[in-house]
């Protein structure tokens, strides 16, 4: 008997199984000694956190880390989601605070209904966002001190599989996961939980912490899994994304859309049953055309054998997707939810139907030309389309719904203000990244 | 007559003076339009800013950017100095923040003395530290920001003649650029004073702080002088420095064996002619073996031709700093420098005493014998010899001078000071620096 054999033995029937069921479809782990041992430990809950920057829209995708998250929480972990909202800030810098305030709540909604609509207990579960602690005093403090001790190489290749790759790499890229490992010491957790893509700097976690005396935690690697719809299920790309508050038609027709080869069987649609439903069905079987799947890798052969016919397959996910879903948008259908998005992500949808070329733009009176002129050359980013359509709707008396887009510092936000009070107009400005500023 | 003449023409007689003074003996100007604006404009006082880390000790070679700050001050600019004891701290991990609070204070104190006796007002003479300012959180979010605007090439290039050189730079040297820049911003200042060394630095602040909308800065470069007694003075070494409070005798011994060759008259000898004694004489004339010079060129050419004695010359040279250190060292002849000298630099020196050969160590009785091993087996960090000879003392009943050497977290010193009160016994540890920790 080998000396991890009789390691084995000595922990508990309970510790063995509750360990299994958070190990479940994970690709990798780290630091399992540890965990098992705080799970053998009377009293002591063990804490993981899960962290996401809050640029797009929780989708589908997200269904696969909140998968999990749902074992670690019916394994009895304390489970803490932390908003990147710093994160996104300093990846779109055009985004403002208040709308990243209000990202951070639809998040924390969405991702709530989500686990809730798994059947979990969440009391054990817990959301923070990174400006709450990564500006202090002493967290700055240590990310200096650990960047006094990383070197600009090992930083490098830390993010590599996770920060944008371009032509030319920015400075923050390399703090990232700097900023990543040192968060685990500021949620005073156990362990951190992410895709495989997080490996390289979990390790710089694990190797660098020590040396601050900040501990070493224990790391949960979730595989990568291809997107439903696409090669990646990216929330910056529309058509290749299902939302989570979706409508259930347009649900089933991206999944019936979705790419199902059974060439290439790394596909969304059957990653989805694998690390989705599999999971939340068992021990129930999952029934497709009278036929009965226990496990995932059954319905995979068949499938593959041509036993299972490919819009079966999609119709069950779909459906199945649709029942999840609809319990996820009953749970964010209250003001909350609605504010949150509203605020959070207003398209310039409306500045778009403005100018649709039905509506020919309208004669200015000497008036509204002075205005113009004297708007005009107080900006330099106008519209001048929208331009002349607001001033029409101006000139008409009706409500004009406006954003006022604060740029530069504030004595010029001041003076913009002044000047549009003044003239009892405003513009609409329509951003490059589709999103207002 | 040229634009540039025209412009000439439209500033005093009294700006262009200050601005010559302002200007003289720096290798390099940019922004000088701005300053000289600033300067014709009623009631604005330009100010500007020098910084040094508090690393080692102010040595002479401190008086070519001091003198350079007496010409500020005497032009009536608003002179901010500033301590980067933040850097200082990053730069040596093993500096306590204790040390390098004493160490400013002695920073302080020595640079004041040294520009009072260059006959300056001091009176818009101010000094500042980093730490008052570069762990504040609307700092850290510049800095992000920054980090997230500015390439790792180009950090990497803007400090490329600063920082340190090593097989695998470190992540902090990345960062240093962007914090010297965004000081600028929260120092308030209207420009920047620094070697030539600086001028990526600077060249980066004036390209990326605009993008931030926190303004762009003049900058001011000092060329980069040779050392009196070796290729570069530095701090950091022994033998290639004279502190600026070392005494005469030792002034002398290191002046007159400085090189001072006529094959490289690019020493520091005749540089120190330059930047140093001509600015402070003239309009008088400099006398050496009955010859007079009113500058420096005339003076070099006449070493060069071989009219002027080596000897005379670092004599001259020699009694010059001697009595303007004299004045330095009676304004520093005072408590709160010694005490800021003590703790700051408490060097290992009194440690290599205690161990020099003539004294031989000290037998051990039981007790002294289980006590160092009690003591031996907490730390790693451990210098036998200097254990057995404090064991000596402390049997002695003699009071013993200790110096504790905070490391780690708060619990594991917490223990080493328990440890240490029960065993009325402390440590000398020698650091790898040469200095303490």
């Not at 009278?290 to 041509?306: P, T, V």
């Not at 100018?355 to 002075?370: I, M, R, V, W």
């Amino acid at each position: 008997m080998s000396a991890a054999d009789t390691k084995k033995e000595e922990i508990s029937e309970k510790t063995r199984e509750t360990r299994d069921l958070i190990l479940r479809n994970l690709q990798e782990s780290l630091g399992v000694d540890k965990l098992t041992k705080q799970l053998e430990t009377e009293g002591k809950v063990a804490h993981v956190y899960w962290g996401t920057a809050t640029t797009g829209k929780p989708h589908v995708g997200y269904l696969v880390p909140m998968r999990k998250i749902a074992d670690f929480l019916q394994a009895g972990l304390k489970v803490t989601i932390l908003f990147a909202d710093l994160h996104a800030y300093l990846d779109n810098m055009k985004s403002s605070w208040e709308l990243l305030k209000s990202r951070v709540v639809y998040y924390e909604c969405v991702i709530k209904a989500l686990l809730q609509s798994l059947d979990v207990p969440i009391d054990q579960l817990y959301f923070t966002k990174g400006t709450e602690y990564q500006l202090s005093r002493q967290y700055t403090d240590d990310v200096l001190r650990l960047s006094s001790q990383v070197s600009q190489r090992d930083a490098l290749k830390a993010g590599a599989e996770v920060v944008k790759q371009v032509e030319s790499p920015l400075l923050s890229g390399l703090l990232y996961p700097l900023l990543q490992a040192l968060d685990e010491q500021y949620l005073k957790v156990d362990g951190q939980f992410g895709g495989v893509d997080q490996r390289k700097i979990f390790i710089l976690a694990e190797e660098q912490l020590p040396k601050l005396k900040l501990g070493k935690r224990w790391h949960l690697m979730n595989p990568m899994v291809p997107g439903l719809t696409g090669s990646k299920m990216s929330s910056s790309e529309e058509d290749s994304k299902i939302d989570v508050l979706d409508e259930p038609e347009k649900v089933r027709a991206k999944i019936l859309g979705a790419a199902c080869s059974r060439d290439q069987p790394d596909n969304g649609v059957l990653a989805f049953y694998n690390f989705v439903l599999f999971p939340i069905v068992s021990p129930e079987a999952i029934v497709i055309s009278n036929q009965q799947f226990f496990e995932f890798s059954a319905l995979k052969q068949a499938y593959l054998d041509g036993k299972l016919d490919e819009n079966a397959l999609k119709t069950f996910l779909a459906e199945f997707l649709v029942n999840l879903l609809d319990k996820v948008r009953a749970r964010c259908d209250n003001d909350i939810v609605r504010e949150a998005k509203e605020k959070g992500y207003s398209k310039i949808v409306e500045s778009e139907d403005v100018s649709s070329p039905e509506k020919p733009l309208p004669q200015l009176n000497a008036d509204q030309k002075t205005w113009k002129e004297r708007i005009q050359s107080g900006t330099e980013v106008f519209h001048e389309k929208d331009l002349d359509r607001v001033l029409s709707t101006v000139s008409s008396s009706k409500p004009l719904h406006i954003m006022f887009v604060a740029q530069g510092k504030e004595n010029s936000i001041l003076d913009s203000l002044l000047l549009f009070s003044r003239s009892n107009l405003f513009w609409i400005q329509e951003s490059q990244s589709k999103e207002p500023f």
